[in-house]
C-alpha cells in the first residue's frame, strides 16, 4: 500500500494529509478568518491565501507523519468541484511536488471523498451503504455500492443546507459561517417558530423556500415586536435547526425504505450539526439502522478524505498526467 500526499483546496480551507497503507497519519488544516469580516467567501482571497498556506501546511504534515518528502509515492488531490482559483492552487502544488519526484498523480472528486471520509478511521461502514452527504454547496443521497461507484439519487434542486443555514444566519445578524452559531444558540432555546418545509417531490430537497419562509416570517414578527429577534433568538436559531433537520431526515428516511439499505452514513460539513447528528442516532434507533457519524475533524474539507480515496484509485490504477486542471464543476 502506498504514501500518499494528499492536497484539499476546493474552498477557503488548506489542507494537506498523509494516508500511509490506508491510515491517516496526519492531517492539517489551515483556515482563512478574513472572510467573516465579508459575510462569505471572497475566491479572490480565496485563492491568494491558499498561495500563502500552502507550502507551510504541507511541510507541518510532513513533519507531523514522521516521514520525508522522498517517501511519499503518490500525490493526490482535489480536482473539483470548488472554487476555480482556490483549486488552481492546490492542482499546481499537487503537480509541481508529483514532477519533481516522478510520482503518479491521483485526482479526486471533493463529493465523493467526502463520502469515503469514513474509512479514516475506524469502524468504517461496509458496501453498499446509503450517505447523506450535506454541506455549504451540496445536498445529496448517495447509495455507494463501492469505494469508486457512487450513484447520487436525491439532491437539491436550488440551494444546499448549509446554505440556508448561513443565509439564515445573516437575516439574523450573526457572523459567518453561521451554521456552528446557529446550532450553539438552538441548544440554548425550543424550537417555537414554525417555517415552510418546502419539498419538490421523490428523493430530491429544496430550500430556497425555507429561506423565504423565514424572511417574511421574521418580516411579520417585526412589524409588531421591533425586538422580536433580540428576544427571541435561541428560539428562532432552534426552529431553523428543527425545520432543516426535519427535512434531511425525512428524505433520508424516504431513501432507505426505497433502497432497503439500513447501513446509514452522514458526511459533509453539516454533519458537525449536533442536531442533525442527534437527531440521526434516534432515528436510527427507532429504524434499526447502523448509522456512521465522522468525528468533526472529517465532516468539514480536510485532506484525510481526499488521501482516503487516493488509497482506493492507487489500488486501482486510476492516475492522470500532468495535463489535468481543476474543473469547478468536477
Known amino acids: 500500500m502506498p504514501t500518499i500526499l494528499a492536497i484539499e483546496s476546493s474552498c477557503d480551507d488548506t489542507s494537506a494529509a498523509i494516508v500511509a497503507d490506508g491510515v491517516v497519519l496526519s492531517n492539517v488544516t489551515a483556515g482563512q478568518a478574513i472572510h467573516e469580516e465579508f459575510g462569505g467567501v471572497v475566491p479572490e482571497h480565496a485563492s491568494r491565501a491558499h498561495q500563502r498556506n500552502i507550502v507551510p501546511t504541507v511541510a507541518v504534515a510532513l513533519r507531523r507523519a514522521g516521514i520525508a ?83 447520487i439519487i436525491g439532491r437539491t434542486i436550488d440551494d444546499a443546507a448549509g446554505e440556508a443555514f448561513d443565509k439564515s444566519g445573516k437575516m439574523l445578524g450573526l457572523s459567518y459561517p453561521a451554521g456552528p452559531e446557529i446550532d450553539k444558540l438552538a441548544r440554548q432555546g425550543q424550537a417555537r417558530v414554525t417555517f415552510a418545509k418546502p419539498d419538490p417531490g421523490g428523493l430530491d430537497f429544496s430550500f430556497s423556500g425555507l429561506k423565504t419562509s423565514i424572511l417574511y416570517t421574521l418580516q411579520k414578527k417585526l412589524k409588531t415586536e421591533p425586538d422580536f429577534v433580540v428576544d427571541n433568538l435561541p428560539d428562532i436559531c432552534a426552529s431553523i435547526q428543527h425545520t432543516i433537520v426535519a427535512i434531511l431526515l425525512r428524505k433520508l428516511t424516504m431513501t432507505a425504505e426505497q433502497t432497503g439499505l439500513t447501513r446509514i452514513a452522514l458526511a459533509g460539513g453539516v454533519s458537525a450539526n449536533s442536531g442533525l447528528r442527534e437527531g440521526l442516532t434516534e432515528l436510527a434507533k427507532e429504524k434499526g439502522w447502523t448509522v456512521f457519524i465522522p468525528r468533526i475533524e472529517y465532516c468539514t474539507d480536510n485532506a484525510a478524505m481526499i488521501g482516503v480515496m487516493g488509497t482506493f484509485k492507487y489500488a486501482a490504477g486510476e492516475f492522470v498526467g500532468q495535463e489535468v486542471a481543476p474543473a469547478a464543476r468536477f
Request: proline share 6%.
Open 69 to 151: 518528502a522522498e517517501d511519499v509515492d503518490a500525490v493526490a488531490f482535489t480536482r473539483g468541484p470548488g472554487l476555480i482559483g482556490s483549486l488552481m492552487v492546490g492542482v499546481s502544488f499537487a503537480k509541481a511536488f508529483a514532477l519533481a519526484r516522478d510520482l503518479p498523480l491521483i485526482e479526486v472528486d471533493h463529493m465523493m471523498a467526502h463520502v469515503l471520509a469514513h474509512f479514516a478511521e475506524d469502524p468504517a461502514p461496509e458496501f453498499p451503504y446509503l450517505c447523506l452527504t450535506v454541506s455549504g454547496g451540496h445536498t445529496q443521497l448517495v447509495v455507494v455500492h463501492s469505494a469508486l461507484e457512487q450513484e
